[in-house]
């Protein structure tokens, strides 16, 4: 496998940043309320993290070891501020949804994480891709916890998608059910769902393991 | 007293099943009352509550892959029993299996199954669906005694139960707890209103709107007093909790007999004498100590006492449970006995 498709795999799937590493819980809990904001989540926080990832790389060997942690603090903030800000201008209806956790985005330590274990000792290409792999990991998961969120609390999914993607995406929203089970919308089912997620990923991955078992004895 | 005491320990040869078998036992004259209030829709939703958890309860057995067979000791079967009286007795039939499979999968096998759990499974099950189906979860009916009349016959009452057909308007009614809290937010106070509503309560016969388990009081006291007198529970944290809720509830009466009910209506209305007795006293979620469940008692005594009088919701025994569930490592930590021969008086001695 070469080094390129071993970080996609590992942002996607093996190290996965909520399902494996569970880092990024404060968003992976209060923005998941509905597969539209994780979605929006998602995709604000892979482009902080490209960025960021590409940033931090490409001056790697400019920043002194003792104070990097404090660079790499400043460096995501003001792309933080970046995105917050392009997003209260173009995306002000998805803005007032997701508000404050634009600006959480910096304490996010999904990314630190990401530029201190991998960009600050990387090239500049594998960083970015690293960056994109996480992000689109963390809006993968994100988007999986929202869904199964709003299906069982609200009954619907993807509803205000064209808040975020515009008119012509309209036809992601699903309407499956009126009513559905509050509990899940709050705060609890972020939990209940995220404790899913874990079980779930650990059981695909124990049975294929147990499947790789058998064919290399039979080998 | 069931406080652990130092060795030598003997064994009475009892089980986990013949523990259950006895609570059951405790719990069947306040069923059967219920059942003769609340007609053929209680009976249907006690059946299919009680079944859907031995399912979920097989099915998580399944899961796990056998391990020890606990579906035989009738713990999950009175989890789904405790339960159905805690629901509106006229639920539907989702309300049933949606709770039972939070008691029995999430509650009770998430953590490990029978005796892992910290938190009462039939407790975290009843606050679900509260928060969950608010709209259901307060549809309570006046009593449509069997045989009376009132009621639907078996079929209907089944057919009720499968499709959710609505409750007719001249059997919709509130609780105690609830019509104080509905009438405090419009303003009149507990002197107007009182007396057209708490006549049927403070008897503690039951003749009043709620769910299975807050009719027939004294049947309920009756069931704790032979589980006291078999050694199946200690009389300490039911003793506590009423205290713990009667108290404050009479000097706030006493100051202010507009807005608080009094000590009496407090504990036979609601799950009060249910939860005493059969709810705060599961061994696996209490404390272990005799001080321990002082506190514990006392505490979701005086919490079910705040919610009622001070919070949104007006029944709070389930969330004060709950609550104190999560404190009983603190309070088995702090209360801790002294092992024989060591500790503060043992190192004086010597």
């Known amino acids: ?219 | 007293m069931t406080a652990p005491q130092h060795s030598p320990h003997a064994h009475d040869g009892g089980s986990v099943g013949r523990v259950m078998a006895q609570v059951m036992l405790a719990l069947t004259p306040v069923t059967l009352w219920g059942f003769y209030l609340f007609g053929w829709p209680a009976i249907w939703m006690w059946l299919i509550t009680v079944g859907s958890a031995m399912l979920f309860e097989l099915a998580c057995l399944r899961l796990g892959g056998g391990g020890r067979a606990t579906l035989g000791d009738g713990s999950a079967a009175l989890a789904g029993w405790l339960l159905a009286l805690t629901l509106p007795p006229w639920s539907p039939w989702w309300i049933a299996v949606i709770g039972s499979f939070v008691a029995i999968c999430i509650a009770k096998h998430a953590y490990g199954g029978l005796g892992q759990n910290p938190f009462n499974p039939a407790m975290v099950a009843r606050v679900a669906l509260l928060i969950s189906f608010p709209l259901e979860m307060t549809q309570w009916v006046a009593p449509a005694p069997m045989f009376s009349g009132l009621g639907p016959d078996p079929v209907a009452a089944l057919e009720r139960l499968l499709f959710s057909t609505p409750i007719p308007d001249a059997l919709t009614s509130a609780t105690l707890l609830g019509q104080v809290k509905a009438e405090a937010s419009r303003g009149v106070d507990l002197l107007a209103s009182l007396p057209a509503l708490g006549a049927g309560v403070s008897d503690g016969v039951g003749h009043h709107a709620g769910s299975l388990g807050e009719t027939g009081s004294w049947l309920i006291l009756g069931g704790g007093l032979f589980l006291v007198y078999r050694g199946v529970i200690g009389w300490l944290v039911p003793v506590a909790l009423v205290t713990g809720l009667a108290v404050p509830a009479a000097i706030a009466h006493a100051i202010d007999p507009a807005h608080h009910l009094s000590a009496l209506h407090q504990v036979f209305a609601g799950a009060a004498l249910l939860g005493a007795v059969f709810i705060a006293t599961d061994p696996v979620s209490s404390p272990a100590s005799a001080v321990g469940k002082l506190i514990y008692g006392l505490a979701i005594g005086f919490l079910t006492w705040v919610i009622r009088s001070f919070a949104g919701f007006p029944e709070g025994l389930a969330f004060a449970v709950l609550l104190m569930n999560a404190c009983v490592p603190i309070i088995d930590r702090f209360t801790r006995p002294r092992i024989y021969g060591h500790g503060a008086t043992a190192g004086r001695g010597a």
């Open chain 1, 1 to 219: 496998m070469s080094t390129y498709r071993k970080i996609l795999r590992e942002g996607l799937w093996d190290n996965n940043m909520i399902a494996s590493q569970l880092l990024a819980m404060c968003p992976a809990m209060a923005v998941t309320a509905t597969a539209t904001n994780g979605l929006g989540m998602g995709l604000a926080t892979t482009a902080v993290l490209v960025a960021s990832n590409t940033l931090v790389s490409s001056i790697r060997h400019l920043v002194p070891s003792a104070v990097r942690i404090p660079i790499f603090i400043v460096l995501i903030a003001s792309l933080v501020t970046l995105v917050d800000l392009a997003l209260n201008a173009w995306l002000h209806e998805l803005y007032k949804v997701l508000g404050l956790f634009i600006a959480l985005i910096v304490v996010n330590c999904g990314i630190l994480g990401r530029a201190e274990s991998f960009a600050s000792r990387s090239s500049v290409p594998r960083a970015a891709l690293d960056g994109l792999a996480m992000g689109l990991g963390f809006t993968l998961a994100m988007v999986a916890i929202g869904a199964v969120r709003e299906v069982i609390g609200s009954g619907s999914l993807f509803a205000q998608a064209q808040l975020l993607l515009g008119p012509a995406f309209g036809f992601l929203e699903l309407r499956l059910f009126d009513g559905g089970a509050l509990l899940m919308v709050l705060p609890p089912g972020g939990f209940l769902v995220l404790g899913g997620l874990l079980a779930a990923k650990r059981a695909l991955e124990g049975a294929r393991r147990r499947r790789g078992v058998v064919v290399a004895q039979s080998a």
